[in-house]
Protein backbone atom coordinates (compact mmCIF):
# COMPACT_ATOMS: atom_id res chain seq x y z
CA UNK A 1 0.00 0.00 0.00
CA UNK A 2 1.18 3.74 -0.54
CA UNK A 3 2.09 5.82 2.16
CA UNK A 4 -0.98 7.66 2.39
CA UNK A 5 0.40 10.39 4.21
CA UNK A 6 1.90 11.74 1.08
CA UNK A 7 -0.91 11.06 -0.93
CA UNK A 8 -3.85 12.61 1.19
CA UNK A 9 -2.95 16.34 1.56
CA UNK A 10 -4.41 18.93 3.84
CA UNK A 11 -7.36 19.35 1.53
CA UNK A 12 -7.84 16.51 -0.72
CA UNK A 13 -6.11 12.98 -2.49
CA UNK A 14 -3.29 13.86 -4.78
CA UNK A 15 -0.11 11.40 -6.09
CA UNK A 16 1.28 9.81 -9.15
CA UNK A 17 -1.12 7.28 -11.37
CA UNK A 18 -0.45 4.34 -10.53
CA UNK A 19 3.19 4.29 -8.57
CA UNK A 20 1.04 5.73 -5.81
CA UNK A 21 -2.32 4.92 -6.19
CA UNK A 22 -4.59 3.07 -8.29
CA UNK A 23 -8.66 2.10 -9.13
CA UNK A 24 -8.28 -0.45 -5.97
CA UNK A 25 -7.56 2.38 -4.00
CA UNK A 26 -9.95 4.60 -5.64
CA UNK A 27 -13.07 2.29 -4.98
CA UNK A 28 -11.70 1.84 -1.02
CA UNK A 29 -12.17 5.66 -1.30
CA UNK A 30 -15.14 5.54 -2.71
CA UNK A 31 -16.19 3.40 0.55
CA UNK A 32 -14.97 5.44 3.08
CA UNK A 33 -15.77 8.78 1.75
CA UNK A 34 -19.97 7.08 2.17
CA UNK A 35 -19.62 5.86 5.50
CA UNK A 36 -17.75 9.26 6.56
CA UNK A 37 -20.42 11.52 5.06
CA UNK A 38 -23.17 9.18 6.35
CA UNK A 39 -24.16 9.77 2.41
CA UNK A 40 -27.37 8.04 1.16
CA UNK A 41 -26.84 9.55 -2.52
CA UNK A 42 -23.39 11.28 -4.02
CA UNK A 43 -22.34 13.31 -7.14
CA UNK A 44 -19.03 11.96 -9.09
CA UNK A 45 -17.54 13.82 -11.71
CA UNK A 46 -14.17 14.17 -13.44
CA UNK A 47 -11.85 15.78 -15.78
CA UNK A 48 -9.91 14.96 -19.05
CA UNK A 49 -7.02 13.15 -17.76
CA UNK A 50 -6.43 10.15 -19.18
CA UNK A 51 -6.64 8.06 -15.74
CA UNK A 52 -9.70 9.94 -14.41
CA UNK A 53 -12.87 8.03 -15.62
CA UNK A 54 -11.61 4.49 -14.81
CA UNK A 55 -10.43 6.12 -11.32
CA UNK A 56 -13.91 7.79 -10.74
CA UNK A 57 -15.61 5.13 -12.15
CA UNK A 58 -14.13 2.87 -9.31
CA UNK A 59 -15.16 5.73 -6.56
CA UNK A 60 -18.29 5.38 -7.58
CA UNK A 61 -18.40 1.40 -7.33
CA UNK A 62 -16.76 1.81 -4.00
CA UNK A 63 -19.70 4.16 -2.86
CA UNK A 64 -22.68 1.81 -4.44
CA UNK A 65 -21.02 -1.03 -2.73
CA UNK A 66 -21.91 0.90 0.55
CA UNK A 67 -25.33 1.87 -0.15
CA UNK A 68 -25.48 5.01 -1.52
CA UNK A 69 -26.78 6.06 -4.69
CA UNK A 70 -24.39 7.71 -7.41
CA UNK A 71 -24.81 10.53 -10.03
CA UNK A 72 -22.02 10.39 -12.30
CA UNK A 73 -22.07 13.87 -14.32
CA UNK A 74 -18.75 12.44 -16.16
CA UNK A 75 -16.85 15.24 -17.52
CA UNK A 76 -16.95 18.74 -16.01
CA UNK A 77 -14.34 21.09 -14.18
CA UNK A 78 -14.27 21.54 -10.03
CA UNK A 79 -16.98 24.30 -10.22
CA UNK A 80 -18.97 22.56 -12.55
CA UNK A 81 -19.35 19.40 -9.47
CA UNK A 82 -19.63 21.67 -6.74
CA UNK A 83 -22.76 23.36 -8.79
CA UNK A 84 -23.99 19.75 -8.97
CA UNK A 85 -23.07 19.51 -5.35
CA UNK A 86 -24.82 22.60 -4.11
CA UNK A 87 -28.15 21.66 -6.79
CA UNK A 88 -28.62 18.03 -5.79
CA UNK A 89 -27.67 18.81 -2.03
CA UNK A 90 -25.61 15.56 -2.35
CA UNK A 91 -21.71 15.45 -1.26
CA UNK A 92 -19.48 15.24 -4.14
CA UNK A 93 -16.47 13.75 -5.46
CA UNK A 94 -14.51 15.44 -8.33
CA UNK A 95 -11.08 13.71 -9.98
CA UNK A 96 -8.87 16.12 -10.99
CA UNK A 97 -4.93 17.07 -10.41
CA UNK A 98 -6.33 20.39 -10.99
CA UNK A 99 -2.64 21.85 -12.38
CA UNK A 100 -0.57 19.88 -11.65
CA UNK A 101 1.31 17.49 -14.38
CA UNK A 102 -0.45 14.65 -16.32
CA UNK A 103 1.11 12.06 -14.70
CA UNK A 104 -0.76 12.81 -11.51
CA UNK A 105 -4.36 12.97 -10.45
CA UNK A 106 -6.13 13.17 -7.50
CA UNK A 107 -9.98 13.89 -5.66
CA UNK A 108 -11.50 16.85 -4.32
CA UNK A 109 -14.12 15.82 -2.05
CA UNK A 110 -16.94 18.22 -0.58
CA UNK A 111 -20.10 17.43 1.34
CA UNK A 112 -23.56 18.25 0.13
CA UNK A 113 -24.17 22.06 -0.63
CA UNK A 114 -20.59 21.87 -1.63
CA UNK A 115 -19.23 21.92 2.24
CA UNK A 116 -15.52 21.60 2.31
CA UNK A 117 -14.13 18.36 3.41
CA UNK A 118 -10.60 18.97 4.63
CA UNK A 119 -8.11 17.42 7.38
CA UNK A 120 -10.58 18.26 9.97
CA UNK A 121 -13.87 17.97 8.42
CA UNK A 122 -13.59 14.15 7.44
CA UNK A 123 -10.54 13.91 5.23
CA UNK A 124 -8.70 12.13 8.32
CA UNK A 125 -11.63 9.99 8.91
CA UNK A 126 -11.91 8.77 5.50
CA UNK A 127 -7.69 8.38 5.26
CA UNK A 128 -8.01 6.15 8.56
CA UNK A 129 -10.63 3.91 7.09
CA UNK A 130 -8.92 3.31 3.81
CA UNK A 131 -5.42 2.70 5.92
CA UNK A 132 -7.80 -0.01 7.70
CA UNK A 133 -9.04 -1.56 4.72
CA UNK A 134 -6.09 -1.66 2.68
CA UNK A 135 -4.83 -3.46 5.21
CA UNK A 136 -7.64 -5.80 5.91
CA UNK A 137 -9.69 -5.88 3.09
CA UNK A 138 -12.45 -3.78 1.55
CA UNK A 139 -15.78 -3.77 3.54
CA UNK A 140 -18.47 -6.68 2.82
CA UNK A 141 -20.75 -4.85 0.60
CA UNK A 142 -23.91 -3.82 2.09
CA UNK A 143 -27.46 -5.97 1.76
CA UNK A 144 -28.64 -3.50 -0.89
CA UNK A 145 -26.18 -1.45 -3.04
CA UNK A 146 -26.88 1.99 -4.49
CA UNK A 147 -27.71 2.18 -8.17
CA UNK A 148 -25.42 4.38 -10.24
CA UNK A 149 -27.03 6.55 -13.48
CA UNK A 150 -25.73 9.44 -15.31
CA UNK A 151 -26.70 12.86 -15.87
CA UNK A 152 -25.68 15.95 -17.90
CA UNK A 153 -25.99 18.96 -15.60
CA UNK A 154 -23.46 21.47 -18.01
CA UNK A 155 -26.13 23.77 -19.26
CA UNK A 156 -28.08 23.46 -16.06
CA UNK A 157 -24.66 24.74 -14.46
CA UNK A 158 -24.07 27.85 -17.29
CA UNK A 159 -27.94 28.76 -16.62
CA UNK A 160 -27.12 28.88 -12.92
CA UNK A 161 -23.85 30.90 -13.49
CA UNK A 162 -25.71 33.59 -15.85
CA UNK A 163 -28.73 34.55 -13.71
CA UNK A 164 -26.05 35.62 -11.23
CA UNK A 165 -24.37 38.01 -13.39
CA UNK A 166 -26.33 40.65 -15.50
CA UNK A 167 -24.55 40.75 -18.81
CA UNK A 168 -27.61 41.83 -20.83
CA UNK A 169 -26.19 45.29 -21.63
CA UNK A 170 -22.44 45.09 -22.42
CA UNK A 171 -20.78 46.32 -25.15
CA UNK A 172 -19.42 43.82 -27.63
CA UNK A 173 -16.08 42.17 -26.88
CA UNK A 174 -12.72 40.86 -28.17
CA UNK A 175 -11.77 37.73 -25.73
CA UNK A 176 -8.93 35.48 -25.77
CA UNK A 177 -9.28 32.38 -23.52
CA UNK A 178 -6.74 29.68 -23.08
CA UNK A 179 -7.87 26.30 -21.65
CA UNK A 180 -4.46 24.58 -21.69
CA UNK A 181 -6.07 21.82 -23.23
CA UNK A 182 -8.27 21.68 -19.43
CA UNK A 183 -11.66 21.88 -18.71
CA UNK A 184 -12.21 25.21 -19.49
CA UNK A 185 -12.37 23.44 -23.23
CA UNK A 186 -15.49 22.09 -22.26
CA UNK A 187 -17.30 24.55 -20.02
CA UNK A 188 -16.39 28.10 -21.98
CA UNK A 189 -18.30 27.28 -25.04
CA UNK A 190 -21.36 26.90 -23.01
CA UNK A 191 -21.18 29.37 -20.47
CA UNK A 192 -20.80 32.20 -23.26
CA UNK A 193 -23.00 31.37 -25.73
CA UNK A 194 -25.02 33.99 -27.21
CA UNK A 195 -22.90 36.52 -25.52
CA UNK A 196 -21.61 39.35 -27.27
CA UNK A 197 -17.92 37.97 -26.78
CA UNK A 198 -15.97 37.27 -29.79
CA UNK A 199 -14.39 34.14 -28.37
CA UNK A 200 -10.76 33.16 -29.74
CA UNK A 201 -10.30 29.81 -28.26
CA UNK A 202 -7.16 28.22 -27.67
CA UNK A 203 -5.83 25.00 -26.68
CA UNK A 204 -9.80 23.99 -26.20
CA UNK A 205 -9.06 20.91 -27.11
CA UNK A 206 -9.14 18.17 -23.85
CA UNK A 207 -5.95 16.20 -23.63
CA UNK A 208 -4.47 15.67 -20.00
CA UNK A 209 -1.53 15.05 -21.75
CA UNK A 210 -1.59 18.88 -21.92
CA UNK A 211 0.53 18.83 -25.26
CA UNK A 212 1.02 22.98 -25.30
CA UNK A 213 1.56 24.15 -22.02
CA UNK A 214 0.71 22.81 -18.09
CA UNK A 215 -2.43 23.80 -17.04
CA UNK A 216 -1.27 26.36 -14.14
CA UNK A 217 -1.21 29.90 -15.33
CA UNK A 218 0.16 31.52 -12.36
CA UNK A 219 3.38 30.01 -13.94
CA UNK A 220 4.03 32.82 -16.14
CA UNK A 221 5.64 30.62 -18.91
CA UNK A 222 1.98 28.94 -19.07
CA UNK A 223 0.51 32.18 -20.27
CA UNK A 224 3.09 33.47 -22.82
CA UNK A 225 0.74 32.13 -26.08
CA UNK A 226 -2.29 33.93 -24.33
CA UNK A 227 -0.38 37.05 -24.18
CA UNK A 228 1.00 37.23 -27.36
CA UNK A 229 -2.16 36.20 -29.14
CA UNK A 230 -3.83 39.22 -27.18
CA UNK A 231 -1.45 41.33 -28.62
CA UNK A 232 -2.12 39.99 -32.06
CA UNK A 233 -5.24 40.31 -32.48
CA UNK A 234 -6.10 43.50 -30.48
CA UNK A 235 -8.84 41.58 -27.85
CA UNK A 236 -10.30 43.54 -25.21
CA UNK A 237 -9.37 40.71 -22.55
CA UNK A 238 -7.33 37.08 -22.22
CA UNK A 239 -8.45 34.90 -19.60
CA UNK A 240 -6.51 31.49 -18.81
CA UNK A 241 -7.96 28.66 -16.93
CA UNK A 242 -5.97 26.04 -15.13
CA UNK A 243 -6.72 22.46 -15.24
CA UNK A 244 -10.09 21.77 -13.91
CA UNK A 245 -11.24 25.27 -14.12
CA UNK A 246 -12.05 26.36 -11.01
CA UNK A 247 -9.45 29.25 -11.14
CA UNK A 248 -9.64 32.26 -13.70
CA UNK A 249 -6.16 34.66 -14.54
CA UNK A 250 -6.43 37.44 -16.63
CA UNK A 251 -4.59 39.69 -18.86
CA UNK A 252 -5.24 43.13 -19.93
CA UNK A 253 -5.56 44.53 -23.69
CA UNK A 254 -1.76 44.69 -23.59
CA UNK A 255 -1.43 41.14 -22.34
CA UNK A 256 -0.37 42.44 -18.70
CA UNK A 257 -1.37 40.14 -16.08
CA UNK A 258 -4.38 41.63 -14.18
CA UNK A 259 -2.65 40.98 -10.20
CA UNK A 260 -5.68 38.58 -8.73
CA UNK A 261 -5.72 40.80 -5.50
CA UNK A 262 -7.28 43.48 -8.19
CA UNK A 263 -9.61 40.77 -9.71
CA UNK A 264 -10.93 40.35 -6.13
CA UNK A 265 -11.60 43.81 -5.36
CA UNK A 266 -13.28 44.41 -8.27
CA UNK A 267 -15.41 41.61 -8.04
CA UNK A 268 -15.66 42.74 -3.97
CA UNK A 269 -17.06 45.66 -5.39
CA UNK A 270 -19.87 44.16 -8.12
CA UNK A 271 -21.09 42.34 -4.92
CA UNK A 272 -21.68 44.69 -2.46
CA UNK A 273 -23.17 46.68 -4.90
CA UNK A 274 -25.42 43.71 -5.12
CA UNK A 275 -25.53 43.15 -0.92
CA UNK A 276 -24.90 46.46 0.45
CA UNK A 277 -22.61 46.22 3.32
CA UNK A 278 -21.98 42.66 3.20
CA UNK A 279 -19.04 40.78 4.56
CA UNK A 280 -15.62 39.92 2.31
CA UNK A 281 -13.10 37.30 2.60
CA UNK A 282 -9.43 37.74 2.08
CA UNK A 283 -6.89 36.02 2.62
CA UNK A 284 -3.45 37.22 4.52
CA UNK A 285 -1.31 37.65 1.04
CA UNK A 286 -3.69 39.65 -0.65
CA UNK A 287 -3.06 43.50 -1.31
CA UNK A 288 -3.77 45.92 1.16
CA UNK A 289 -6.24 46.96 -2.10
CA UNK A 290 -8.80 44.45 -1.22
CA UNK A 291 -10.03 45.60 2.06
CA UNK A 292 -9.13 49.24 0.85
CA UNK A 293 -11.97 48.95 -1.48
CA UNK A 294 -14.32 46.81 0.66
CA UNK A 295 -14.17 49.38 3.18
CA UNK A 296 -15.28 52.01 0.45
CA UNK A 297 -17.86 49.97 -1.07
CA UNK A 298 -19.43 49.92 2.57
CA UNK A 299 -18.27 46.62 3.19
CA UNK A 300 -16.36 44.76 5.98
CA UNK A 301 -13.25 42.86 4.97
CA UNK A 302 -12.40 39.64 7.20
CA UNK A 303 -8.32 38.64 6.66
CA UNK A 304 -8.52 34.93 7.14
CA UNK A 305 -5.80 31.77 6.42
CA UNK A 306 -4.87 30.96 3.42
CA UNK A 307 -6.54 27.73 1.74
CA UNK A 308 -9.94 26.94 0.66
CA UNK A 309 -11.40 25.12 3.59
CA UNK A 310 -10.32 28.60 5.99
CA UNK A 311 -12.28 30.46 3.60
CA UNK A 312 -15.10 28.82 2.99
CA UNK A 313 -15.33 27.97 7.03
CA UNK A 314 -15.13 31.44 7.30
CA UNK A 315 -17.37 32.69 4.87
CA UNK A 316 -19.76 30.68 6.63
CA UNK A 317 -19.51 31.49 9.96
CA UNK A 318 -19.76 35.33 8.97
CA UNK A 319 -22.74 35.08 5.93
CA UNK A 320 -19.73 36.70 3.91
CA UNK A 321 -21.51 37.36 0.30
CA UNK A 322 -17.46 36.89 -1.37
CA UNK A 323 -14.17 35.85 -1.09
CA UNK A 324 -10.80 36.01 -2.44
CA UNK A 325 -7.40 34.46 -2.61
CA UNK A 326 -4.20 35.56 -4.46
CA UNK A 327 -4.08 32.16 -6.19
CA UNK A 328 -7.40 33.23 -7.94
CA UNK A 329 -9.61 31.30 -6.24
CA UNK A 330 -12.91 33.19 -5.99
CA UNK A 331 -15.76 31.85 -3.54
CA UNK A 332 -19.32 33.30 -3.70
CA UNK A 333 -22.08 33.37 -1.00
CA UNK A 334 -24.64 32.50 -4.00
CA UNK A 335 -22.59 29.19 -5.45
CA UNK A 336 -22.88 27.79 -2.06
CA UNK A 337 -19.47 29.88 -0.75
CA UNK A 338 -17.84 27.23 -3.18
CA UNK A 339 -14.90 28.73 -5.76
CA UNK A 340 -15.77 29.39 -9.28
CA UNK A 341 -13.13 30.98 -11.59
CA UNK A 342 -16.34 30.63 -14.26
CA UNK A 343 -17.84 33.13 -12.17
CA UNK A 344 -15.20 35.40 -11.64
CA UNK A 345 -14.54 36.13 -15.32
CA UNK A 346 -18.17 36.32 -15.74
CA UNK A 347 -17.87 39.45 -13.54
CA UNK A 348 -15.00 40.53 -15.13
CA UNK A 349 -16.45 40.46 -18.31
CA UNK A 350 -19.91 42.67 -17.18
CA UNK A 351 -17.54 45.01 -15.71
CA UNK A 352 -15.42 45.52 -18.77
CA UNK A 353 -18.27 45.45 -20.89
CA UNK A 354 -20.35 48.04 -19.16
CA UNK A 355 -17.80 50.83 -19.83
CA UNK A 356 -16.10 52.09 -22.89
CA UNK A 357 -12.32 52.32 -21.06
CA UNK A 358 -9.83 49.53 -21.28
CA UNK A 359 -9.66 46.93 -18.90
CA UNK A 360 -6.21 48.53 -17.89
CA UNK A 361 -8.02 51.80 -17.44
CA UNK A 362 -10.71 49.50 -15.68
CA UNK A 363 -8.71 47.77 -12.75
CA UNK A 364 -5.79 50.72 -12.36
CA UNK A 365 -7.86 51.82 -9.43
CA UNK A 366 -8.10 48.08 -7.63
CA UNK A 367 -4.24 47.66 -8.26
CA UNK A 368 -2.58 50.34 -5.72
CA UNK A 369 0.63 48.83 -4.78
CA UNK A 370 3.96 46.93 -5.99
CA UNK A 371 3.89 43.61 -4.95
CA UNK A 372 6.88 41.28 -5.17
CA UNK A 373 5.00 37.91 -6.23
CA UNK A 374 5.47 34.14 -4.15
CA UNK A 375 9.05 32.92 -3.99
CA UNK A 376 10.18 30.34 -2.84
CA UNK A 377 12.94 28.65 -0.81
CA UNK A 378 14.12 25.32 -0.11
CA UNK A 379 15.39 25.57 3.97
CA UNK A 380 16.00 22.53 6.12
CA UNK A 381 14.27 23.74 9.15
CA UNK A 382 11.07 25.59 8.04
CA UNK A 383 10.00 26.59 11.50
CA UNK A 384 13.80 28.29 12.26
CA UNK A 385 14.27 30.09 9.64
CA UNK A 386 10.84 31.51 10.23
CA UNK A 387 11.72 32.25 13.76
CA UNK A 388 15.00 34.01 12.72
CA UNK A 389 13.25 36.14 10.78
CA UNK A 390 11.17 37.33 13.51
CA UNK A 391 13.76 37.76 15.42
CA UNK A 392 15.34 40.06 13.31
CA UNK A 393 12.12 42.29 13.18
CA UNK A 394 10.36 41.85 16.73
CA UNK A 395 13.57 43.87 17.14
CA UNK A 396 12.22 46.85 15.07
CA UNK A 397 10.43 49.46 16.95
CA UNK A 398 7.33 50.54 14.71
CA UNK A 399 6.14 46.80 13.62
CA UNK A 400 3.13 44.98 13.93
CA UNK A 401 3.85 40.99 13.77
CA UNK A 402 1.18 38.50 13.84
CA UNK A 403 0.79 34.86 13.38
CA UNK A 404 -2.31 34.24 11.89
CA UNK A 405 -0.63 32.17 8.92
CA UNK A 406 3.13 31.66 9.07
CA UNK A 407 4.74 35.13 10.26
CA UNK A 408 3.30 38.55 8.86
CA UNK A 409 5.18 41.93 9.74
CA UNK A 410 3.97 45.46 8.70
CA UNK A 411 5.06 48.39 8.61
CA UNK A 412 2.01 50.49 8.77
CA UNK A 413 0.97 52.41 5.43
CA UNK A 414 4.52 51.40 3.92
CA UNK A 415 5.10 47.39 3.39
CA UNK A 416 4.19 43.81 4.69
CA UNK A 417 5.69 40.72 4.42
CA UNK A 418 4.41 37.23 4.84
CA UNK A 419 6.98 34.13 5.20
CA UNK A 420 4.77 30.73 5.55
CA UNK A 421 5.60 27.29 5.46
CA UNK A 422 4.48 24.65 2.39
CA UNK A 423 2.56 22.29 4.10
CA UNK A 424 3.54 19.48 1.44
CA UNK A 425 7.82 20.67 0.78
CA UNK A 426 10.69 21.78 2.36
CA UNK A 427 9.87 25.40 1.55
CA UNK A 428 8.90 28.69 2.72
CA UNK A 429 7.03 31.27 0.37
CA UNK A 430 7.62 35.13 0.90
CA UNK A 431 5.39 37.68 -0.45
CA UNK A 432 6.24 41.20 -0.24
CA UNK A 433 3.76 44.20 -1.01
CA UNK A 434 4.79 47.85 -0.84
CA UNK A 435 3.74 51.53 -1.83
CA UNK A 436 6.38 51.42 -4.48
CA UNK A 437 8.82 49.18 -6.27
CA UNK A 438 12.19 50.44 -4.48
CA UNK A 439 10.75 49.36 -1.22
CA UNK A 440 9.35 45.89 -2.49
CA UNK A 441 12.80 45.05 -3.55
CA UNK A 442 14.51 46.29 -0.48
CA UNK A 443 12.32 44.48 2.16
CA UNK A 444 12.32 41.29 -0.48
CA UNK A 445 16.13 41.27 -0.38
CA UNK A 446 16.56 41.54 3.34
CA UNK A 447 14.00 38.53 4.07
CA UNK A 448 15.70 36.48 1.64
CA UNK A 449 19.13 37.23 3.05
CA UNK A 450 17.93 36.20 6.29
CA UNK A 451 15.88 32.90 4.80
CA UNK A 452 18.94 31.78 2.67
CA UNK A 453 21.46 32.79 5.30
Not at 81 to 90: E, H, K, R, T
Not at 162 to 172: E, F, G, K, Q, Y
Not at 198 to 204: M, N, T
Not at 373 to 396: C, F, H, L, M, P
Request: charged share 25%; hydrophobic share 40%.
Amino acid sequence: MPDLSQLVKAYDVRGVVPDQWDETLAELFGAAFVQVTDAEAIVVGHDMRPSSPGLSRAFARGAAARGADVTEIGLCSTDQLYYASGSLDMPGAMFTASHNPARYNGIKMCRAGAAPVGRDTGLADIRALVERWAETGAPEPVEKPGNITQRDVLADYAAHLRSLVDLTAIRPLKAVVDAGNGMGGHTVPTVLADLPVELDALYFELDGTFPNHEADPMNPANIVDLQARVRETGADIGIAFDGDADRCFVVDERGEPVSPSAITALVAARELAKHPGGTVIHNCITSWSVPEVVKEAGGTPVRTRVGHSFIKAEMARTGAIFGGEHSAHYYFRDFWNADTGMLAALHVLAALGGQEGTLSELVAQYDRYTASGEINSTVDDQAGRVAAVKEVYAAREGLELDELDGLTVTAPGEWWFNLRPSNTEPLLRLNVEARDAATAARVRDEVLAVVRG
